[in-house]
């Protein structure tokens, strides 16, 4: 009988790392970044060198202790190199998403475990890795990885005696998949991050059909949301966003979101050009837009044009705009845009016109560009960002709040979630039916066991605990 281990996403959100194990054949579901053990022993002003990364993670428990999955160059001090095997001990690692606590720590696992990955994650993560000027190695993912196998909806993945089946889920990134998972008869289905109520729950209801039509022995189930029971549709937030622009009449829209939840661009962008209003974007969010668009056309990435969409043309170096200010990746992807024509806006052109633009921010760095531009007084910010995935995301709110007042803005928070709610989760579950449930990715597991009191249900739930051996 297949066994299960919780490494990571037992009692925290994130940093999912589910081991599987049957016969000789061992496969990861996602390997995170745990955000929370990072945040107990690590920050801004603590990191660790290089040479004892894994050493100190693995110290702090922000990585597990296993043999023969880090890359052998990471292991050579400490208690790393205990670590060291000649051979693989895992056959691969399944990516259900590009967010960082599912995919984080992969940046760390040898290059002869394979790791799979739907072929939209793989560009956004190519993306993210060509926008950045600096790269540690924990950042790399696909730069320091040569073995990486992309899947689509549907696809089906031989690994020794597993037969794996990604399906597309909803969730608040492009190409989310949850998996269904056949070793040898014994049926496994396994979440990711997903949704119901966003604009594609079309594609999270496919996944429960196909998981309903096949019977699942174990679900393992996220449940970051268990203790919420309200859901806000990215439809509301669409016609939040149009009645607040509207009667922003005189001022500026300031609006920060996340890199990656491209369902928030297209509602924000549509209540933009409805109040006509152009959405403009930081340069790296236009960078991940414009390469989803040449490279998976499936995914239908609004396109850059006058008055609608346009990309935010930064000060950088001396902030005279001379070709001398950019470097890296900036200079080509500036010099790329102006060779296709593509709209480009100044903090100038904003500051005359506020009336004219809803401008979007990503990272509380760019909560800078506020001083470049000035909006008026009275000018709402919107925070309508998902939970923070990642490092520069994790809101220091103070800094922003303090931004925000200094320019007389009216704070607003809108936000529709990638995950879905109590009674969504409950729905996923009477739907499958499985034998056996394992919520993870929540740090309130137990609230599955209250939900389906008395329920038959209630007997079959199992909270992992980090480590410990599940016997399926
Ligand atoms: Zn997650
Ligand atoms: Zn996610």
Known sequence: MPRLRVYGGADEIGGNKVLIESGDSRVFLDFGMSFSAKRRFFGTFIQPPSFALVNDYLLTGVIPSIRGIYKRELLRYGEASKLVADEPTVDAVMISHAHLDHVGHTSLLRNDIPI???????????????????????????????????????????????????????????????????????????????????????????????????????????????DEKEIHSEHRIHEEMKKLISSASDKLVVLMMGLLDFDRIRSVLSASNLNDRTLVVPLRQAYLLDKLKREDPALETPEFKPGELAIYHERRGAGEYSDTDYKGWMKNFLNYLTDKGYPLVRDYEINENPSKFVFVINMLEDVLELARIKPPAGSPFVLSTSEPHNEEQMLEMEKLMNWINLFNMRYNHLHASGHASASELIQIIENIQPRRIIPIHTEKPMLFREYLKNTEAETRITIPKTGEEILL
Do not use: W
């Open 116 to 226: 799979f990955m739907g072929e939209g994650t793989k560009i956004i993560l190519e993306a993210r890795e060509e926008s950045r000027t600096s790269l540690t190695i924990e950042n790399k993912i696909i730069k320091h990885h040569n073995n990486i196998k992309t899947f689509r909806t549907n696809s089906k993945i031989k690994i020794g005696d597993y037969i794996i089946t990604p399906i597309h889920v909803d969730h608040s990134v492009p190409a989310a998949y949850g998996f269904y998972i056949d070793i040898n008869g014994y049926t496994l289905a396994y979440t990711g991050d997903l949704r119901m109520h966003g604009p594609k729950g079309d594609m999270t209801q496919e996944f429960i059909e196909y998981c309903t039509s096949k019977s699942v022995d174990t679900l393992i189930i996220e449940g970051t949301r268990i």
